[in-house]
Every structure is written in C-alpha cells, then in structure tokens.
C-alpha cells in the first residue's frame, strides 16, 4: 500500500497536534545529562506505517537515550527487486552498529518491483517471504543487536488483514541466534490500536477515556496524528 496522505478530522486538526505534543511531552522524562551518558542506537525499518512514524518514535525512544536512524521505504517489503532489504541489512549493521533494531512489514508487494514467478498471497509467496525475513534476522542479530518484529496492527480490508496474519506468524516463529530460548523478540502493537478484542476500529476513546478520537485513516491501513503518537508510543514501550 502506497503511503497516502493523513486524514483526520479537519476541525480537530489544531488541538490535536497540541494533545500529541503534550502526549510526547509527558514521556520525556530522562534528564538530558544522564542521556549523554547513556546514548544507545536504534535503526527503524520498515514500510510506510514506520515511515509515518518514525518521528513519533523517534521521540520516545531519544527520551530514552537513544540515537535514532528512520530507515523505512513508503510501500516496500521483504521481496522488492528495487529495494534489497538484506543488503540495505548489512548495510546498517556497518553503519550503525545498533543496539536495536525494530523491523514492520504488513506485506506491501508489488509496488517497488517482484520476483519472478512470485505472485502475492500464494505458497510461494509466503515462503519465499519467510526464508527473507529469516535471513533478515540473521544478518541483523549479526552483532549482537536486539531485533523486534511488529505484529500487526489490523487493517479494515479482509484480504489485507489474512496477509498480515500470515505474515505475523511467520515473524512470530523465527529464529533468533541471539536469545537464549530461540524465539524473536515481538512488539505487538495491536492492543494499542484496536477495541477490545483486537478488533479493528477507525476510532478509539481520547487520554482519559475522553471523546472518541481519529485513529486510522479513511483507507482502513494508514495512521491519523493521534495514531501516530499511539503507535510510536507502543513501539517505544516494546523495546526492553
């Protein structure tokens, strides 16, 4: 899905980069010299949900004492031909030496170039989606750096979200190389961003419990203003 461009509610748009502003406000709580002490580096790679945002994101994770470098492409996925994901992998790894590395693909493919013979949504697919996201994992772990995979969030689209399902549990059973059971680290962001149950919903309940608030654009995939804090926020939170 190409990224498009954030909706929400116009009349609201003005208070509600304010109530985002005093959201992130609020989680900068590390004294700045303790910060410098501490300075950890975090890579962010993914699609356009990343891509969206990393400011967000960034933010939380600075506030932590973090170093942040977005490297998310609006519309890519693990098996683009225009975009290597494993080289852009290692790249990284050289560049940065991250201590976190935090990896969101809901599937886009297509859109920046395919395999050949590789058509969505098949077995094919799938496997050929697994054994990058493997390799993935391995080239980044490469050096010790703790890697987190997004599970979700839920789309409104039906065949969407069967794609995002699937891949989920692709991530969810890897192999990680570098924690003691085996298993990958996971940020499941869909608690976050949906009613009770995991449902999907386009709104949810203000700080507080107050009146309802945009949270996904009118496309059922993209993130409003005031998602966009939320996401960041459960991405920040995941990382341990």
Known sequence: MNAQEQTSVRPRRGWLWVLVAMIVAIAITVPLAVLEHQRKTAVLIGDSLTAESAPSISVYLQARGYSVYPEAISGSGLLDTEVDWLARGREFIAQYNPNVVTVEFIGDFGFLGTPPGVQ?????????????????????????????????????????????????????????????????????????????????????????????????????????????????????????
Do not use: C
């Open 120 to 240: 969505g949504n098949t077995p094919t697919f799938y496997r050929y989606w697994a054994a990058a996201a493997q390799e993935l994992e391995n080239i980044l772990t490469s050096r010790g750096a703790q890697v987190y995979w997004v599970i979700g969030p839920p789309v409104e689209n039906p065949a969407l979200q069967t794609t995002i399902t699937n891949l989920d549990y692709i991530y969810e059973h890897l192999h990680a190389p570098n924690t003691a059971s085996g298993t990958p680290l996971l940020i499941n962001v869909t608690p976050a961003l949906t009613e009770p149950g995991g449902k999907y919903t386009e709104y949810l309940p203000g700080p507080g419990g107050g009146a309802p608030i945009q949270v996904r654009t009118p496309d059922g995939i993209h993130l409003s203003m005031y998602g966009v804090a939320i996401f960041g926020r459960a991405i920040a939170e995941g990382i341990h």
